[in-house]
């Protein structure tokens, strides 16, 4: 199982980046997926997940910003991400998600893209 991220990049405030997680191994339909973010010396926050029906959740402070897709043709989720502002500032990664009861396992992650947003 691999996942990984492409996409980052420095940017304006205001400006656009699309973000894509490439995914190998397992059948993407039979999983959820997550985006997780860091800023520096902060600890990892979620911004959005997809679900096996393919309904998918964002954090507060990215909702109406950011959109979450999952092409399941070519195992491939993107993150275009809109308007962006300084404290979208982080490292982002992706990961799996696996419902094991009523717990959310997150047990593949990529090992993530750079997202600067600096004036």
């Known amino acids: 199982v691999q996942f990984v991220e492409s996409g980052g990049g420095v940017v304006r405030p205001g400006g656009s980046l699309r973000l894509s997680c490439a995914m190998s191994?397992?059948?993407?339909?039979?999983?959820?997926a997550v985006w997780v973010r860091q800023a520096p010396g902060r600890g990892p926050e979620w911004v959005s997940s997809?679900?096996?029906?393919?309904?998918?959740y964002y954090a507060d402070s990215v909702r109406g910003r950011f959109t979450f897709t999952r092409d399941n043709r070519k195992s491939t989720l993107y993150l275009q991400m809109n308007s962006l502002k300084l404290e979208d500032t982080g490292r982002y990664y992706c990961?799996?998600?696996?419902?094991?009861?009523?717990?959310?396992?997150?047990?593949?992650w990529g090992q993530g893209t750079q997202v600067v947003v600096s004036s």
């Open positions: 990961a799996r998600r696996r419902i094991v009861g009523d717990y959310s396992l997150y047990d593949y």
């Open positions: 191994g397992f059948t993407v339909t039979d999983y959820g």
């Open positions: 997809i679900n096996t029906a393919d309904s998918i």
